[in-house]
């Protein structure tokens, strides 16, 4: 008895790239027989076995219905737009690395039932990719090229190519298409240029470059004499600046102290020789007024008998001396300290 048969069983893995379009096939031919109604439906396989199975897009009773799958909403539709014409084949728009797993096509016309499995998987192409120089770019120096892509489904192969100068890679170089370094052994100046790195794998291709720069050795010994004496310099002008602060501090101490001391000085005691000097200037001054005849009987007053500051009395000692006949100056006004002048008494004497 011939019954419903599905006839697309050529292909039962796919790979694809996500962000990419899939049509898994679902192809079917129907017998004499068949005379239910006819239902097509695509069913996603859990890994977990425990898990139940999601239907994912339906077709019966002459209708579609492709809302029972949330994650695949609006990207999954029926590859004709006429299931009854034997094809069931499902469109799967804008993969996702979450739709890889096992898919089941089931086909239903009563009396036959018939279903197919077909595997996809979803990879990523390699994105991102980097590259980097670890190691110092002298003559003699060992140099290592790294090459990592920051996404991509495994496995990931990488491939080192020179894309300067003669576009082959130093004989001393070796590289590790798993991990995507290169090794430079003993760098020399010819090794200078463009080095790109491709990485891929089954959906896709990514590729980066970097520029290598062999110099000859850094002059170390000069660097570490230039750092000593320019930190040897820096530390003397350091010490200049805080020694010219503290002398200025000093300085400016040093003159409010003095400043100080002279405000709160007493003024200086009278010296004997201003005293002895008032006393012979008032004298000559009294002489010079007197007349020849009153100059009579008078004698020179010795210097070693001029008072002394020490020899000043008080006013109450000076009423038992006669007045004089000669007005004396007025001391008080000239500062001087007043002092005795000798009178002449009625038998001539000096007193």
């Known amino acids: ?101 096992t898919y089941q096509c089931k086909v239903k016309k009563a009396p036959g039932v018939q279903s197919q499995k077909i595997q996809l998987l979803v990879l990523v192409k390699p994105a991102r990719t980097k590259c980097s120089i ?83 050795p850094i002059n170390k010994a000069g660097i570490i004499a230039g750092a000593i004496i320019g930190t040897l310099m820096g530390l003397s002008v350091l010490a200049f600046l805080v020694f010219c602060c503290c002398k200025k501090h000093r300085d400016k101490k040093y003159e409010k102290e003095v400043h100080h001391d002279i405000r709160e000085d007493v003024p200086p005691p009278k010296s004997r020789s201003s005293t002895a000097r008032s006393y012979i200037g008032s004298n000559r001054s009294s002489l010079g007024s007197m007349s020849p005849s009153n100059m009579e009987g008078y004698t020179k007053t010795p210097y070693s008998q001029v008072p002394s500051e020490d020899f000043e009395r008080s006013p109450g000692q000076n009423q038992t001396f006669a007045p004089s006949k000669v007005a004396a100056p007025n001391l008080s006004r000239m500062g001087a300290v007043p002092v005795m002048i000798p009178a002449q008494s009625k038998d001539g004497s000096i007193v």
């Open 134 to 216: 670890e190691g110092s770019q002298e003559i003699g120096k060992d140099v290592i090229l790294k090459c990592k892509s920051q996404e991509g489904s495994p496995l990931l192969s990488y491939d080192w190519r020179r894309a300067s100068g003669t576009q082959e890679l130093p004989t001393t170089s070796m590289q590790n298409r798993d991990t995507g370094e290169l090794l430079l052994k003993n760098a020399s100046q010819d090794y200078s240029g463009t080095y790109s790195c491709v990485v891929s794998n089954r959906v896709g291709t990514d590729e980066c470059s970097v520029s290598l720069n062999v110099t000859p």
């Open 1 to 101: 008895t011939r019954s419903l048969q599905i006839t697309s069983t050529d292909q039962s893995m796919f790979e694809k790239a996500q962000g990419e379009k899939v049509t898994l096939p679902c192809t079917f031919v129907l017998s004499e027989e068949d005379e239910g109604p006819l239902d097509i439906e695509w069913v996603l396989i859990p890994a977990d076995s425990q898990k139940k199975e999601e239907t994912i897009i339906m077709y019966s009773v002459d209708r579609i219905f492709n809302h029972y799958y949330t994650p695949m909403t609006g990207r999954v539709q029926f590859a004709s737009l006429d299931p009854r014409s034997g094809d069931g084949s499902l469109d799967i728009l804008n993969l996702k690395s979450a739709d890889t797993g």
